[in-house]
């Protein structure tokens, strides 16, 4: 069964700081994968999308991610963040166009100043 | 172009009672969307609709849980009788019948609380 980890689900870190939120997935075939970050009392807002190509994407907000068959991992990740990164990222996965989104538990991450 | 809207926002019932949410979705978009986010975990697909046929409600618990899409437009997603683990946020998202377009669009969501 197809399936998503987020290894993490709480993330402190300091304002400007780097950040790496992990996510692996579980899947006998292709995958379209997607970043999603969900601020409170809100619904979810696409980051990044991973369809195919070159394997280091690029979202909003500065954000990118980097996709390893190998290791079967879509690993997201900031230079430097800001208070206002402060939110719950989901990673998810879809396994054909239109397909419905398998989600991770989230990742908090809570950017201190 | 205005969002998926979603109503209400909150809702509080006691269990055993019936509530529904409503979905408006993009306009122009033929996929429609519900899913169930309980505290603390990922959104969890309950159904899909194309147009206004469903396409994927194996999760949905059918004895339950109802939604329909009659015109292909807006969506009603209804719990009969609730229990107390009904408790969560559900989000509609919608996107376009569009074979290059991948994003889903989500709306704020209806936060249910059942006592």
């Known amino acids: 069964a197809q399936s998503v980890t987020q290894l993490d689900s709480q993330v402190p870190v300091f304002e400007e700081a780097p950040v790496e939120l992990r996510c692996n997935y579980s899947?006998?075939?292709?995958?379209?994968l997607f970043w999603y970050v969900q601020y409170p009392n809100q619904g979810l807002q696409l980051l990044l999308k991973y369809l195919s190509g070159s394997t280091l994407v690029k979202g909003i907000n500065g954000f990118e991610a980097e996709f390893n068959k190998s290791q079967t991992s879509f690993h997201l990740r900031k230079p430097s963040v800001h208070i206002s990164d402060t939110a719950e990222y989901f990673c998810?996965?879809?396994?054909?166009?239109?397909?419905?989104?398998?989600f991770g538990q989230g990742t908090e991450l809570s950017v201190k100043p | 172009e205005a969002g998926v809207a979603q109503s209400p926002r909150y809702k509080i019932i006691e269990k055993r009672q019936s509530v529904a949410f409503w979905c408006n979705p993009i306009?122009?978009?033929?996929?429609l969307y519900w899913y169930q986010q309980i505290l603390g975990q990922g959104p969890k697909l309950l159904i899909q609709f194309q147009n206004n046929g469903v396409v994927d409600d194996s999760q949905l618990p059918k004895d339950r849980f109802s939604a329909e899409r009659l015109k292909g437009v807006d969506s009603t997603l209804k719990i009969q009788p609730a229990k107390l683990e009904d408790s969560a946020v559900y989000l509609c998202?919608?996107?376009?019948?569009?074979?290059?377009?991948?994003?889903?669009?989500f709306g704020p969501g209806t936060r249910l609380t059942v006592t």
């Open positions: 998202a919608s996107s376009p019948d569009d074979r290059s377009v991948y994003e889903q669009y």
């Open positions: 899947s006998s075939v292709s995958v379209y």
């Open positions: 998810a996965v879809s396994f054909r166009q239109g397909g419905k989104l398998i």
């Open positions: 306009s122009g978009h033929a996929t």
